[in-house]
């Protein structure tokens, strides 16, 4: 079931019904509920592999009881080691498969070899990525005694396929996540009101901003050859806020519509294009995963600490996996390593936690450096979102190859007269987020300061907006990782 | 203990009805708001007649007829013409003109083309759908129509929320096309136009039920009108006729008999292949081209 449908806008109200009216008096009830909802909804796509969450969920419950039994630390790994391969072994198979098994094909061609590569045909179930994370989480937090393990297998169940982040993340930590299942859910009037604001704003994000770059990234990478450099330096552009708006829109969505049941989720999206470096970006953009390979693999393998080519490995491997993480496809894997070569030279200068703090505190406007430094962070923004739209690294190269060929009609202004009207309207996209950069989304304290009047008549004019620049209603990218 | 968890329970249950009534009333507002703008934009598009400037003839279709008949060559005519129009809408704008007006002829494109699949997901495709949407979201008779017509109804919505419930507007009629005159000559896009003609994802595409339905009924249409109707087809580039499918062809001619029979003049040019500058693509006629054909059509309808 997508965000932006009309199936959703009739299950949630139906599902929040029930959950406050129906279901209130029992937390048991109101957890069952949950998971049915969660299960209906994952559902929506295809129903053959609720039998996938279900049994990464039991297999993770039975191995946390387990942990939590035994002392013996060969017995506890060993525990571990199943956790990990189940769900990293799910992934493997329906995300990896064809492209380890083709690339080992070509390898051993290479060599001189006859091999030919037996293509499965295997359907990705959508959000894989998120839940086999999310669980894993939980076995390895238990194997490391940072949580206690539940017996509460509703809880655990409603805590692994909760709807509003199942397909798309932010992918919760059960530290965070897991306890809200245990204590009895109060609503919040503030809070649910909050929770449709961010609804609002995620749903604008997607609809006006990613749905309408979409169209027009989409048909400047398929027919590069077509176009001057300048409107394929728009084109990246574009790819950029469309990937910009549609996850951070997801999330504003989810973590609303959590908010609506009286949970909350964790903050998956931090303005992370005014970072002022790499480093800042990597710690605003998709948080949940950024700091889950930093505390699952990053820290474990030795994380900054160490000698030079060990900050070096790290930092390599870390975004490498992360780039192998969206897809199985060399594109990403270069991608990631792109990011890395950006990352370094911070890391080795130790400048990588210069910039902790929101850009431009208490200001209305940037100092010049801060400027210059966020529109150059920007820009190798920009060019590394090449390769991740790109439909391979042929592709990617030259669209490159294209985007450098005739250089000066970047400053022909022409060249960008026919997209005026959405380049209008990313630019009240970045003031609006400019001015609520302080908060968790941008129009977070919007409840606070203004009356209600002015606050109803902002409702109504992102609504209105969204109807009247709605771009063609596309899937959300993340759901194909 | 038990008080106050009753207590804490009612507080709750207040805050959840004033939510709950608060989002109610917000919604309210704005489903009262787009109701009113629909009920204005209905009386406007009812109340508007469309702008034939008292012609009595019109030439209707797709991009064929569009290009190639020159509406100021012929007597008292108009070609209201529009891209990749399917039978099915050309049938929906007759019903709505014919309401309102009084024409005497109808010069309709007919060529092999229009009886393709093609045509059938035209209200489905994302490539044309809104489009089409856009010409028809108050004549479409999309709930009657439901069955026999596969139909993108989120996008549908979409168009219609856009067009009638934000606020007033002024012409709700877009169904109206044009002549179009095009001075190039361009035959580069031969394969990428049989392609979209009759071949969906390298299958090849049969005749559509549909399309031949909905020109029936254009014919009855006219006949119970007692409009005369004209069957046209222009000069298509050797190199595009050569791919036609043949089961097309098949068809098509069998149409033309089938309409011969019922004296409907067919005026059929598909294979009388013209000098290459007169195409403006490798089906379409550019200015020159659609000035000989024109005077053409006019001569062989005097002869008939």
């Known amino acids: ?481 | 203990m038990v008080g106050n968890h009753k207590n804490s329970f009612i507080f709750s249950f207040k805050k959840m009805k004033k939510f709950i009534l608060n989002l109610l009333i917000f919604l309210f507002i704005l489903f009262i708001y787009m109701g009113l703008n629909v009920l204005v934009n209905f009386i406007i598009w009812k109340n508007q007649k469309p702008p034939l400037k008292e012609a009595t003839t019109i030439i209707a279709g797709d991009s064929h007829p569009m290009t190639s008949l020159n509406p100021k060559l012929l007597y008292n005519t108009i070609n209201i013409s529009q891209g990749a129009e399917p039978y099915v809408l050309t049938y929906w704008k007759l019903k709505e003109i014919l309401m309102l007006n009084k024409i005497d002829t109808l010069i309709l494109g007919f060529a092999p083309h229009n009886i393709s699949e093609f045509n059938d997901k035209k209200f489905l495709n994302k490539f044309y759908s809104n489009e089409m949407f856009k010409r028809s979201y108050f004549i479409g008779e999309f709930i009657e129509t439901n069955n026999l017509i596969e139909f993108d109804k989120k996008e549908l919505i979409n168009v219609f929320i856009r067009n009638t419930c934000l606020f007033p507007k002024l012409n709700h009629i877009n169904y109206l096309g044009n002549y179009d005159s095009i001075n190039e000559s361009n035959l580069s896009n031969l394969h990428s136009d049989v392609k979209r003609h009759y071949y969906d994802k390298n299958i090849k595409l049969g005749v559509s039920k549909i399309s031949v339905k909905y020109l029936n009924r254009i014919i009855q249409i006219c006949n119970k009108n007692n409009i005369e109707i004209l069957l046209i087809s222009n000069p298509v580039h050797l190199n595009y006729y050569k791919k036609i499918p043949k089961m097309i062809i098949k068809e098509y001619d069998n149409l033309k008999k089938e309409f011969a029979n019922k004296k409907i003049f067919v005026f059929d040019r598909t294979d009388f292949f013209y000098d290459d500058s007169l195409y403006a693509n490798s089906d379409h006629l550019n200015y020159n081209g659609s000035i000989i054909f024109t005077k053409q059509f006019k001569k062989a309808k005097n002869d008939f």
């Not at chain 1, 929506?44 to 946390?64: E, R």
């Not at chain 1, 199985?328 to 894997?333: H, L, M, R, S």
């Not at chain 1, 669209?399 to 060929?405: A, E, H, R, T, V």
């Not at chain 1, 002015?454 to 899937?475: C, D, V």
């Open chain 1, 1 to 481: 079931m997508l965000f932006n449908s009309i199936d959703f806008a009739i299950f949630l109200p139906i599902v929040f019904i029930l959950y406050w009216f129906v279901t209130k008096k029992s937390l048991q009830l109101q957890n069952i509920l949950l998971i049915i909802a969660s299960y209906i909804f994952y559902g929506w796509w295809d129903w053959c592999f609720l039998s996938l969450i279900a049994f990464s969920s039991f297999v993770d419950y039975l191995i946390g009881i387990q942990l939590s039994k035994t002392e013996a630390t060969e017995k506890r790994k060993l525990l571990l080691l199943t956790s990990i391969l189940v769900n990293i072994g799910f992934l493997g198979f329906f995300k990896y498969f064809n492209f380890f098994a083709e690339n080992f094909a070509s390898a051993f061609t290479l060599l001189g070899g006859n091999f030919e590569a037996s293509r499965l045909d295997i359907i990705l179930p959508v959000g894989i990525s998120f839940y086999t994370f999310q669980t894993l989480s939980y076995s390895i937090d238990v194997y490391n005694k940072k949580l206690e393990p539940t017996s509460d297998i509703i809880s655990f169940f409603a805590f692994v396929s909760f709807f509003p982040q199942l397909v798309a993340g932010p992918i919760e930590r059960a530290t965070n996540l897991l306890p809200q299942f245990y204590i009895k859910r109060k609503f919040q009037y503030h809070k649910a009101v909050d929770g449709m604001r961010q609804i609002l704003w995620g749903l604008f994000k997607k609809i006006v901003i990613a749905d309408n770059c979409a169209e027009l990234a989409n048909e400047i990478f398929n027919n590069y050859s077509d176009h001057s450099s300048a409107s394929l330096a728009l084109g990246a552009i574009f790819f950029t806020f469309q990937i910009y708006g549609d996850f951070s829109g997801y999330s504003d969505i989810a973590i609303g519509t959590a908010r609506l049941f009286g949970f909350n989720l964790m903050q998956n999206f931090s303005f992370p294009y005014f970072s002022r470096d790499i480093a800042e970006f990597w710690r605003r953009w998709h948080i949940s995963l950024s700091t889950w390979f930093r505390d699952y693999l990053y820290i474990p393998l030795g994380g900054s600490k160490g000698r030079i080519w060990m900050k070096v490995k790290n930092t390599f491997i870390i975004f490498i996996v992360s780039g192998f993480w969206h897809g199985a496809n060399w594109k990403f894997v270069v991608w990631g390593a792109l990011n890395a070569l950006y990352f370094l030279p911070l890391l080795l200068t130790n400048k990588n936690r210069k910039n902790l703090n929101t850009v431009a505190v208490g200001k209305w406007l940037p100092s010049f450096r801060e400027l210059l430094s966020m529109s150059i962070t920007f820009m190798l923004t920009v060019f590394a979102w090449i390769f991740f739209r790109a439909e391979n690294l042929n592709h990617a190269f030259e669209y490159l190859l294209n985007l450098f060929s005739n250089p000066e009609t970047f400053f022909i202004l022409k060249s960008y007269s026919p997209h005026k009207l959405i380049i209008l309207i990313l630019c009240v996209f970045i003031l609006i987020e400019w001015v609520g950069r302080n908060d968790k989304y941008a129009l977070e304290k919007l409840g606070f300061r203004r009356n209600k009047k002015f606050r109803y008549l902002l409702y109504y004019m992102l609504m209105f907006s969204i109807f009247w620049f709605g771009g063609k209603s596309q899937e959300f990218i993340y759901f194909q990782f």
